[in-house]
């Protein structure tokens, strides 16, 4: 499976103008983007709302005092060297804070200047974001593969995936990119099928989408992943290579326990590992924090990389 790295919020859009002023453009997607490929799903093309949201600011603007929602539109000539002036007042004692919109290129702008000043690197945080767990996929990327950016998988080359609360499909980190990776994966050549299962505590598109959806109790999707690392490694199941691997990295855990936590038989759960470790180019996704779950940890699964 081969890694692709992407900036965390990579520029896939390209707006076109209307040809009559009196119409409004249209929001498509970029195709020379590697996600998505000139595709554009249904939060991209709301995003219409905002450039002709009539409240959006269109030009520099000044504070009538802080916490106030009163804004003076002011020339640039004024606006630049009175930011300038309260850049060299502050010194080191500057914040840049951005959110999911921020391009790859303005944060590494954004990076530079604060190295320049001494200040903080620019801290990316929203709700969306966090929710989703991109920290902590930026972060592992970032440790595993020195690469400060936000990992795409190319879930076309995988013949297994089990998803433990990653709704890929759905709104996670790339509804189409996922949707075009997800279709390779469907349909490979030669009649061959990829097969999904989905570990979740609530049914998601994706889980809609899998051959088999297993409920979870909630919070436990780390508890049954680390339980079938741990019976591939103690049954041996699978090539040689991947049950060392399974040995090095799988958890102690309780495995009646997490087969309990998945309405599942012993039996039946270690049938689903041997499915996973038989398999020519196993994959695992997991969802971000917020849905219960400890999202890319340095603990690996024992599958090809």
């Excluded at 200040?119 to 920290?135: F, Q, R």
């Excluded at 190319?154 to 509804?175: H, I, K, M, N």
């Excluded at 780390?222 to 339980?227: N, P, R």
């Excluded at 996973?276 to 219960?292: D, K, L, M, T, V």
Aim: aromatic share 8%; proline share 6%; charged share 25%.
């Amino acid at each position: 499976m081969v890694r692709q790295h992407v900036p965390p919020v990579p520029r896939r859009v390209r707006h076109h103008r209307a040809h009559d002023e009196r119409a409004r453009g249209e929001d498509r997607g970029n195709p020379e983007h590697p996600l998505n490929r000139g595709g554009l799903c249904a939060r991209g093309q709301s995003g219409l709302q905002l450039l002709y949201n009539p409240d959006r600011l269109q030009g520099p603007a000044q504070q009538a005092r802080q916490g106030s929602r009163d804004y003076a539109p002011i020339y640039w000539e004024d606006a630049i060297p009175m930011l300038a002036d309260r850049l060299s007042e502050a010194g080191d004692a500057v914040a840049v804070w951005g959110g999911a919109t921020m391009s790859g290129h303005l944060y590494d702008l954004l990076r530079r200047f604060t190295e320049a000043v001494g200040a903080p690197a620019p801290v990316i945080y929203d709700l969306y974001t966090a929710m989703h767990g991109y920290h902590a996929l930026q972060s592992a990327s970032r440790a595993l593969f020195d690469a400060d950016a936000m990992p795409a998988y190319r879930l076309g080359e995988a013949d297994v995936v089990f998803s433990f609360g990653a709704d890929f499909l759905g709104t996670g980190t790339s509804a189409v990119r996922y949707g075009v990776e997800y279709g390779r994966f469907r349909d490979q050549g030669l009649g061959k099928r990829g097969y999904l299962v989905q570990f979740e505590s609530r049914m998601s598109i994706t889980g809609a989408s899998a051959d088999r959806w297993v409920p979870v109790q909630p919070t436990t999707e780390t508890l049954v992943a680390g339980a079938i690392a741990r019976l591939i490694a103690d049954e041996g199941f699978g090539p040689a290579d991947r049950v060392e691997r399974a040995r090095t990295l799988a958890p102690e855990v309780d495995i009646a326990a997490a087969a309990a936590a998945c309405e599942l038989s012993v039996e039946d759960l270690a049938q689903l590992a041997q499915v996973f470790a038989n398999a020519e180019s196993p994959w695992r996704f997991q969802a971000g924090r917020w849905r219960g779950t400890r999202s890319a940890s340095r603990r690996s699964w024992p599958c090809k990389p």
